[in-house]
Antibody
């Protein structure tokens, strides 16, 4: 059974840092591109970042470029999102998701809440 | 970036009746090399993560009831729930995965009348 379990969310002050993790199981993790998306309270879904299977290629949404870093450890079957210089507008539930080849995001984690506030 | 526009923002439908949600993209998401529309539909219930319902615009994900169907091509797409059940109350999102950044529609909240 495919499972994605996020962790690492919490309350952080503006300007602070946080590292999210997404533990994957039930599939060959290194074979899949992975994504992070976020959802601000009461709002819609927004793509944040993606990484290819071996970690050699990454991409970021403009609002997080230069502040967030996506990475993966295929030996540990874990995806990461390092978030620095956090702002109030980064407050959201963060989801990791698996992309099925060239297709859609077929599995999502349950999400982890990040709150940026003083 | 491709902008995805959903309509309506919300709708209330009686049990057993049809619900229709539209999604329009600012650029065609039909890839000419494989003739596939890179368009998916997701269902999200409160406190849960999105669940994949439809991909390639009209292919139902395994385990999704056949009352859910997707149609359309190019820039105009529709999600139809043929006979609304109580468990279908949720927010529905379209998503294009044709190009980076992948973008989502603003969501349509479906309520039971």
């Amino acid at each position: 059974e495919v499972q994605l379990v996020e962790s690492g969310g919490g309350l952080v002050q503006p300007g602070g840092s946080l590292r999210l993790s997404c533990a994957a199981s039930g599939f060959t993790f290194s074979s899949y591109w992975m994504h992070w998306a976020r959802q601000a309270p009461g709002k819609g879904l927004v793509w944040v970042s993606r990484i290819n299977g071996d970690g050699s290629s990454t991409s970021y949404a403009d609002p997080v470029k230069g502040r967030f870093t996506i990475s993966r450890d295929n030996a540990k079957n874990t995806l990461y999102l390092q978030m620095n210089s956090l702002r109030a507008e980064d407050t959201a539930v963060y989801f990791c998701a698996r992309r099925s080849g060239e297709g859609p995001w077929d599995y999502w984690g349950q999400g982890t809440l990040v709150t940026v506030s003083s | 970036d491709i902008v995805m526009t959903q309509s309506p923002d919300s709708l209330a439908v009686s049990l057993g009746e049809r619900a229709t949600i539209d999604c329009k993209s600012s650029h065609s998401v039909l890839y000419s090399s494989d003739n596939k529309n890179y368009l998916a539909w997701y269902q999200q219930k409160p406190g849960q993560s999105p669940k994949l319902l439809i991909y390639w615009a009209s292919t139902r994900e395994s385990g999704v009831p056949d009352r859910f169907s997707g149609s359309g091509s190019g820039t105009d797409f529709t999600l139809t729930i043929s006979s609304l059940q109580a468990e279908d109350a949720a927010v529905y999102y379209c998503q294009q995965y044709y190009s980076t950044p992948s973008t989502f529609g603003g969501g349509t909240k479906v309520e039971i009348k």
